[in-house]
């Protein structure tokens, strides 16, 4: 079965970082470096909005609203992606998905707050 299970969510100060992680199960690390992997989240009261996303050479983009403040990457061998988020904004707060084009994971809580 094909899973992404995402981690690192928490409470944060603006100004702060976290590290989310997205861990992949149900298939090597050969098909996992094959996947376009993408970063979603959706705020309270909003629909699903794109972060960010990484191919399979480590091209990334991101969202004009994260440039410059969240960085996405990928190891292949422990098929894991990582979203790196630094100087956290109210704004910011959602809960934040990792996927592919065929599998979400169930999110997790990031909340920007003093």
């Known amino acids: 079965e094909v899973q992404l299970v995402e981690s690192g969510g928490g409470l944060v100060q603006p100004g702060g970082s976290l590290r989310l992680s997205c861990a992949a199960s149900?298939?090597?690390?050969?098909?996992?470096?094959?996947?376009?992997m993408m970063w979603f989240r959706q705020a309270p009261g909003k629909g699903l909005e794109w972060v960010s996303s990484?191919?399979?050479?480590?091209?990334?983009t991101s969202a004009d609203s994260v440039k410059g403040r969240f960085a996405i990457s990928r190891d292949n061998a422990k098929k894991t992606l990582y979203l790196q988020m630094n100087g956290l904004k109210p704004e910011d707060t959602a809960v934040y998905y990792c996927?592919?084009?065929?599998?979400r994971g169930q999110g997790t809580q990031v909340t920007v707050s003093s």
């Open positions: 990484i191919n399979r050479y480590g091209m990334t």
């Open positions: 996927a592919n084009p065929d599998t």
């Open positions: 149900g298939f090597t690390e050969i098909t996992f470096s094959t996947f376009v």
